[in-house]
């Protein structure tokens, strides 16, 4: 069953085309990766998945669940996009991704509470709950990042860049527990990197980004493989 579908996508800004001629298919169950250089139009492109920003040209067609209702969509930005000195605790930021839909029922607050600490739990994040953001490691804030995402219980999770910033051990980490997620929770995962041989050895469907193009590329096809590295 198919989530998104991209045909023929133009992306830009007024006059200033990012990327040209995208096609591109999403389907439930699968993991995904789209690797591109930093400046290529990997976040323009996953903003447009999020309908935070529309085609300059091209069809973007968007598909109900099974149930009959909309995807949920957890979305985990980069890191480096919160202010370093963020004056919030780890519950607050997980609890942020709940405003929208909650009211100010005490009784209701209390779920998302118990919820919060529930996904907390199961992101290895518990612990440092009442903690300050800022005061964690890389590693650390990218999990609470990912929490907050997925306490909505997302059917769909779309993660910019979760390794940037992150030393050799807590990348292979950080990969580990997306592929944990994927594979227990039946989590559809889009993730966008420039890091190519890092996600290669985790997803099962991959894209390349280069001169505003988006090609698919075969994991597995070594030569073509050796030949992107060579781009970077």
Known sequence: MKIFELSNIHLGYQNHTILKDVSLSVSIGEFIGIIGSNGSGKTTLLHTLLK??????????????????QYKIGYVPQRG?????????????????TYHNSSLFPF?????????????????????????FNLLSGGQQQRVLIARAFINDPDVLIVDEPTDGLDIVRKSQMMDLLKSIHDEKKVTIIIVSHELEL??????????????????????????????????
Do not use: W
């Open 199 to 232: 996600v290669l050895n985790y997803v099962k469907k991959l894209y390349l980004i280069h001169n505003k193009i988006l090609t698919q590329i075969d994991p597995d096809e070594k030569k073509l493989i050796d030949k992107i590295k060579q781009i970077y």
């Open 52 to 69: 935070l920003k529309r085609p300059m040209a091209g069809t973007f067609k968007i598909y109900n669940h099974p149930q009959n209702r």
């Open 81 to 97: 996009s919160l202010p370093s000195d963020f004056p919030v605790t780890v519950m607050d930021i997980v609890l942020m991704a």
């Open 108 to 132: 209701q607050k209390k779920i998302y509470v118990e919820k919060a600490l529930k996904t907390l739990e199961y992101l290895n994040c518990l612990e440092f709950k009442g903690k300050p």
